[in-house]
């Protein structure tokens, strides 16, 4: 069984940057898509970025392209998220995801991202 855990976040002034890390554990990654996901209080969780197996695809969510980078170490089973230019409405908490071809999809317990002067 996979387990995923997060960690990067923090408080950060607007225009700065984070790298958010998420860490696979009890499986290899390489045989799952990953997904970071963010959800602000009162706000649907919303896919911000995904990476293919094999790391050939990436996407983004339209208010992060440019910004956020998403990228993958299977060497290591990690998974990264570059956040630059950080804006106040980036303040979420960010969720790593795994989805493999087939199976149930597994979650990360999150990690607080705080954009704030």
């Known amino acids: 069984q996979l387990q995923l855990v997060e960690s990067g976040g923090g408080l950060v002034q607007p225009g700065g940057s984070l790298r958010l890390s998420c860490l696979a554990s009890?499986?290899?990654?390489?045989?799952?898509?990953i997904g970071w996901f963010r959800q602000a209080p009162g706000k649907e969780r919303e896919k911000v970025a995904s990476?293919?197996?094999?790391?050939?695809?990436?996407s983004y969510v339209d208010s992060v392209k440019g910004r956020f980078t998403i990228s993958r170490e299977d060497d290591k089973n990690m998974v990264y998220l570059q956040m630059n230019d950080l804006k106040p409405e980036d303040s979420a908490v960010y969720y790593c995801h795994a989805q493999a071809v087939r199976g149930n999809p597994y979650w990360g317990r999150g990690t607080q991202v705080t954009v704030s002067s």
């Open positions: 009890g499986s290899t990654s390489e045989y799952y898509t």
């Open positions: 990476i293919s197996i094999g790391g050939q695809s990436t």
